[in-house]
């Protein structure tokens, strides 16, 4: 077995409820905090990748709303 072939991630196998609550807020911050950090390299990725959709026409009034 060579270093790469292991494992990025090691999740615990038995959390506590609360345990697993604060892992996934700590996810979400850690998430949120490379999202500011690289904001300008998303929007530029994201502006070349996934160009604007073409504009939506108006809805029928008429139309059910769901």
């Given at each position: 077995?060579?270093?790469?072939d292991?494992?990025?991630v090691c999740l615990p196998l038995d959390l506590?409820?609360?345990?697993a609550a604060q892992l996934i807020e700590f996810l979400y911050e850690l998430t949120?905090?490379?999202e500011r950090h690289?904001?300008?390299?998303?929007?530029n990725h994201y502006?070349?990748?996934?160009?604007?959709s073409p504009p939506s026409t108006p809805a029928d009034p008429d139309?059910?709303?769901f």
């Open positions: 077995m060579q270093p790469n292991l494992p990025l506590s409820d609360e345990s949120e905090s490379l690289y904001a300008g390299q998303l929007i502006h070349r990748h996934h160009p604007a139309d059910p709303l």
